[in-house]
T-cell receptor, first 115, second 111 residues
Framework: GAGVSQSPRYKVAKRGQDVALRCDPI?????LFWYQQALGQGPEFLTY????????KSGLPSDRFFAERPEGSVSTLKIQRTQQEDSAVYLC?????????????FGPGTRLTVT | AQRVTQPEKLLSVFKGAPVELKCNYS??????LFWYVQYSRQRLQLLLR??SRESIKGFTADLNKGETSFHLKKPFAQEEDSAMYYC?????????????FGKGTLLTVNP
């Protein structure tokens, strides 16, 4: 079956531009996560949704970052007034539910480059 | 705060040699430990988790709470094992669902 998909796969933005990154989770997965992976680093947690509810946004680095999942399926991560330090791969992951039995399945990521 | 340390950024071995990728963690609660792997041009995927106590692709990892370690081992490395490996931690209580990753170790298995 189809896995987690993300679009676009690559995005180049000029400093100050707004960007929107899309995540399509596996059908039926209620939990959705966003991670940021800077070059040479491991993924770092940004935010988490359970269906349409954003239960934790403690990892968002600034108020320029905003995520939504209005119908409990597709999610969008928006970055306003992009800065060079926002350059990273943004990973989306989904899981069927919470708990130790449930694996997080990752998408291919969106590589954002801010020039 | 929870932290995962992978001391080796790069690890190179020859085919057939044993391999051990080190992972140490810092967490005051009851952790759940994972190893994720990313092959070239592929997405991040789960390799194994400590609660399963299983061997995947010949890899095993044992959680050592005394040493706060979760090292990944394979007795005979294969060229297809070449990949980026990430150790990750999560609170087993389920209240903290977020994964905390180490910086990763790039394993190269030479022919």
């Amino acid at each position: 079956g189809a896995g987690v998909s993300q679009s676009p796969r690559y995005k180049v933005a000029k400093r100050g531009q707004d960007v929107a990154l899309r995540c399509d989770p596996i059908s039926g997965h209620v939990s959705l996560f966003w991670y940021q992976q800077a070059l040479g680093q491991g993924p770092e947690f940004l935010t988490y949704f359970q269906n349409e509810a954003q239960l934790d946004k403690s990892g968002l680095p600034s108020d320029r970052f905003f995520a939504e999942r209005p119908e409990g399926s597709v999610s969008t991560l928006k970055i306003q007034r992009t800065q060079q330090e926002d350059s990273a791969v943004y990973l989306c992951a989904s899981s069927l539910a919470l708990g130790p039995s449930y694996e997080q399945y990752f998408g291919p990521g969106t590589r954002l480059t801010v020039t | 705060a929870q932290r995962v340390t992978q001391p080796e950024k790069l690890l190179s071995v020859f085919k057939g040699a044993p391999v051990e990728l080190k992972c140490n963690y810092s967490y005051s609660g009851s952790p759940e430990l994972f190893w994720y792997v990313q092959y070239s041009r592929q997405r991040l995927q789960l390799l194994l988790r400590h609660i399963s106590r299983e061997s995947i692709k010949g890899f095993t990892a044992d959680l050592n709470k005394g040493e706060t370690s979760f090292h990944l081992k394979k007795p005979f490395a294969q060229e297809e094992d070449s990949a980026m490996y990430y150790c990750a931690l999560r609170d087993s209580g389920g209240s903290n669902y977020k994964l905390t990753f180490g910086k990763g170790t790039l394993l190269t298995v030479n022919p």
